[in-house]
């Protein structure tokens, strides 16, 4: 039975073979990786069986030994070449994974490394109104927060897609409900306080603006435009839009109009930058537009022309989700830049602090200080969290010389902490820690109207 208890016709809905070997497409790899937010495990296993919306069909995937197979429950009569032909445009089959990984792995040896761990993570080729207003949602929020506002939005202001054979969802108790993404049209009437109380925040505002702005330009048809257009182009449009910055508009780009050398950065990509790539990135103070644009040369000059598709591979390696795959050598790299960071972080935050009081102390009245006065004795020493020529590896072990001070060993045993270690999502996406805390299962989730809010990227 449907949601909502309608008895559902019989009609066979078989499996069919999309035609591409595992190491062309990886499922979970490439629909859990945060660029899109419509899919979910129902057994909360890598291989599936998967299900999501491919524009108003609700498609089912899963892994076999040699391939992927799919089924169509809300069609399951139409032709399996069209479905095939729909499936493959999604997932870019045109384009050869296995060469563009042979390519990459020439770049370096962790980079090598990681692609051996995560094989088969490919790039949607999304329907852009989606990606857009999903991406805009994405700001300053997690993936499991995200995944509930859309699944809430969809079902507010979509279109219902009806199921019309269960049997591929196997013993569930009730389905999902499915729906299609809401039209800009639709979403430009939406007042404001409706679309906060579905969970979007100040967001609210930027869904409604966006959607108007959309329709003086074109509607659907100027995003897809955009697909025509340079990397430097596009960007430059989408962040006249209300919502969307440079991350934004390149997550967009990259995820649906077919920028495949664009770099949506991000303090997590700007880590890798700094730690893989060029460590001086590190004097710089903010992500200003040189330093967006500086971060994205370094990927493009590495990895070519699909770069954009590359990064998605090392951005997932960040995520909790894929930790346990990598190999050790390339986690205690990450750990260990982690650990210098907060490291780092914290000793600012002390030099800021010890500023502010010494400002306070000049234009507090003088008074007289006794000699054997703990101030007067204090050097300031024990302020300093660990000497900047000190190498990684050393510090990370606690075997630093001059030794770490009370308080640097003390972040040292906090920052080591496995759940404190757990690296960070985007989509991109802030808010990544909570997830470390949960397991596969939170794909688990209903694609309509389902209330999870508390997964986290």
Same mark, same amino acid.
């Given at each position: ?9 019989? =009609? ?22 945060? *660029?899109?937010?419509? !899919?979910?495990?129902?057994? %909360? ?7 999501? =919306? ?8 899963? @892994? ?39 390519? !990459?792995?020439?770049? &370096? ?38 995944? %509930? ?6 079902? $507010?202001?979509?279109?219902? /897609? ?17 729906? $299609? ?8 009437? =939406? ?5 906060? $109380?579905? %969970? ?44 969307? %910055? ?23 990509? !700007? ?6 790539? &060029?460590?001086?990135?590190? @004097? ?20 070519? #022309? ?25 986690? *205690? ?36 200080? #006794? ?23 050393? /510090? =990370? ?34 808010? #990544? ?25």
């Amino acid at each position: 039975r449907a949601a909502g208890g309608m008895k559902l016709p019989l =009609v066979a809905c078989m499996w069919h073979r999309l035609g591409c070997g595992l190491s062309e497409l990886r499922l979970e790899a490439t629909l859990a990786n945060g *660029q899109a937010f419509n !899919w979910a495990s129902l057994g %909360g296993e890598a291989g599936g069986p998967w299900v999501g =919306v491919v524009g108003a069909q609700v498609i089912m995937l899963k @892994e076999t030994e040699a391939d992927i197979e799919f089924c169509c429950p809300s069609a399951p009569e139409q032709s399996p070449e069209t479905l095939r032909a729909d499936l493959s445009d999604h997932f870019q089959l045109g384009t050869p994974l296995g060469e563009l990984y042979t390519h !990459w792995r020439s770049a &370096d040896a962790r980079t090598s490394a990681v692609l051996d761990a995560l094989p088969g993570l490919r790039v949607l080729r999304q329907e852009p109104t989606e990606c857009l207003f999903s991406f805009i949602c994405s700001s300053n929020n997690n993936i499991g927060r995200i995944t %509930g506002i859309l699944a809430r939005l969809r079902a $507010a202001y979509g279109t219902q /897609i009806p199921i019309l054979n269960a049997e591929p969802f196997g013993e569930l108790a009730e389905l999902p409900a499915f729906y $299609a993404f809401p039209t800009i049209e639709r979403l430009a009437q =939406v007042p404001d306080e409706e679309l906060r $109380a579905l %969970g979007l925040g100040y967001r609210a505002r930027f869904i409604r603006e966006t959607a108007t702005l959309l329709l003086e330009k074109g509607g659907a048809d100027w995003l897809l435009e955009q697909r025509q257009r340079s990397r430097e182009e596009v960007q430059t449009s989408l962040v006249e839009l209300c919502g969307v %910055g440079r991350k934004v508009a390149d997550c967009v780009a990259l995820f649906s109009m077919d920028q495949t050398s664009t770099i949506p950065v991000d303090v997590h990509v !700007w880590q890798i930058a700094c730690r893989d790539y &060029d460590p001086s990135l590190h @004097e710089a103070k903010s992500l200003t537009p040189a330093v967006y644009e500086r971060v994205g040369a370094l990927f493009r000059s590495r990895l070519g #022309s699909h770069a954009g598709w590359a990064h998605s591979v090392l951005f997932a390696a960040e995520l909790p989700l894929f930790r346990s795959r990598l190999p050790e050598e390339v986690l *205690q790299q990450m750990d260990e830049f982690k650990a210098v960071e907060r490291l780092k972080s914290a000793q600012k935050k002390l030099d800021k602090k010890d500023s502010a009081e010494t400002q306070s102390q000049k234009s507090a009245p003088k008074t007289p200080k #006794s000699p054997s006065s703990p101030a007067s004795l204090n050097t300031g020493a024990d302020k300093k969290l660990f000497v900047k020529t000190t190498p990684t590896s050393a /510090i =990370v072990k606690g075997q630093a010389e001059p030794p770490l001070s009370n308080l640097a060993a003390e972040i040292l045993q906090e920052v080591l902490k496995p759940a404190a270690l757990t690296p960070g999502a985007q989509g991109m996406q802030a808010g #990544s820690e909570q997830e470390s805390k949960r397991a596969r299962p939170r794909h688990k989730i209903a694609l309509g109207s389902g209330s999870n809010d508390n997964a986290a990227a």
